[in-house]
C-alpha cells in the first residue's frame, strides 16, 4: 500500500517562500503524473500543480508564475517551490496522483500566510 507523506509547510509572511516535498512509499512512483493539491477552510480540495512522468508541468491560474512543481524519481518525491506567497495561499497542501485510481490521502502539510 502507498504511503505518502507531505512536510515543509509552516507559516510565512505575504511574499515569503516554502519548499513542500511529497514522499512515496509502497509503489512504483515514475510512470504516474503526480499532482500538488490544496485544501482551504470550508473550501473543496484543488489541484494547484501537476507534473507527468516526463516532466511536463500544469498549474493553476491562481499559482501561475509563482508556485514550481518538479519531482526526483528516484527519491520517489515531488516539491513545491512556493514564492511570492499570498494569505489566500493558505491551506493543507497534499500530494497525489493527478489521475484515477489516486492512492490514499497523506496527513497533508499546513502553509499559512499572514503577517
Known amino acids: 500500500q502507498v504511503q505518502l507523506v507531505e512536510f515543509g509547510g509552516g507559516l510565512a509572511q505575504p511574499g515569503g517562500s516554502l519548499r513542500l516535498s511529497c514522499t512515496a512509499s509502497?509503489?512504483?512512483?515514475?510512470?504516474?503524473?503526480m499532482g500538488w493539491y490544496r485544501q482551504a477552510p470550508g473550501k473543496t480540495r484543488e489541484l494547484v500543480a501537476h507534473i507527468t512522468s516526463g516532466g511536463a508541468t500544469t498549474y493553476a491560474a491562481s499559482v501561475q508564475g509563482r508556485f514550481t512543481i518538479s519531482r526526483d524519481n528516484a527519491q520517489k518525491t515531488v516539491f513545491l517551490q512556493m514564492r511570492s506567497l499570498k494569505p489566500e495561499d493558505t491551506a493543507v497542501y497534499y500530494c497525489?496522483?493527478?489521475?484515477?485510481?489516486?492512492?490514499?490521502w497523506g496527513q497533508g502539510t499546513q502553509v499559512t500566510v499572514s503577517s
Open positions: 509502497g509503489s512504483s512512483f515514475s510512470p504516474y503524473a
Open positions: 497525489n496522483k493527478r489521475n484515477s485510481p489516486i492512492y490514499s
